[in-house]
């Protein structure tokens, strides 16, 4: 069925699949919430819903679908369509997704000491709380692995940033000694390669 208001958009990362999509399609129609509730309290607006191609379908025993097989993600905006198209409100709305992603991310870490009385106690968490996330994000990237990639810094935190190791000092020489069977060694010795390329490997 082709539904008004239907539009390709400009291609977008799928967390789910970790690839960029480009067939993406945004389509929408009149509607309206609440329509249980009395006149006075129902809310007119848009029902906009994007879909994109499922590039990871189930296997059905062998048996390959008919039909392309397609994801997909609704939301409701009451801005007129004059105000924001389809495919703006479409691309307003997966941006409000990340920042939220962003906001939780930052309410597990620093962020949780927020609010106090004093402006300056909050001002200085707010920067050591966007520094932590910046750097335990750019840890993670390093890694190259893609499960520490996509984490949350609470994940990478407990994962890659906790590290049970040992410190013991031999012939002035400090060592670093990891768990044995650790599994994110791979991934933590990557990150020490990254940033500290001439020295001697961790043992």
């Known amino acids: 069925m082709d539904l008004p208001g239907r539009g390709r958009r400009d291609p977008l990362y799928d967390e789910d699949t970790d690839r960029w999509i480009s067939r993406a399609e945004v389509a929408e129609i009149p509607f309206t919430a609440f329509t249980s509730k009395k006149k006075s309290d129902q809310v007119p607006g848009r029902l906009v819903v994007r879909r994109i191609p499922d590039l990871n379908p189930k296997k059905d025993q062998g048996q390959d679908t008919l039909f392309d097989t397609w994801r997909f993600h609704a939301f409701f ?102 768990p044995q069977h650790w599994p994110w060694e791979t991934a933590w010795q990557s990150l020490y390669d990254a940033i500290f390329p001439a020295r001697a490997p961790a043992t």
Do not use: Q
């Open 77 to 178: 905006t009451t801005t007129p369509a004059d105000v924001r198209d389809t495919v703006t409100a479409d691309r307003l709305h997966r941006g409000h997704a990340i920042i939220e992603n962003v906001h939780a991310d930052l309410k597990a870490s620093a962020l949780a000491h927020l609010p106090s009385g004093v402006f300056n106690a909050n001002a200085a968490w707010l920067v050591c709380a966007v520094m932590a996330f910046n750097l335990t994000r750019a840890a993670a990237t390093l890694t190259t692995a893609p499960e520490l990639v996509r984490a949350t810094t609470a994940t990478i935190r407990r994962k890659l940033i906790t590290v049970p190791a040992r410190i013991a000092t031999l012939a002035r020489r400090v060592h670093l000694h990891l």
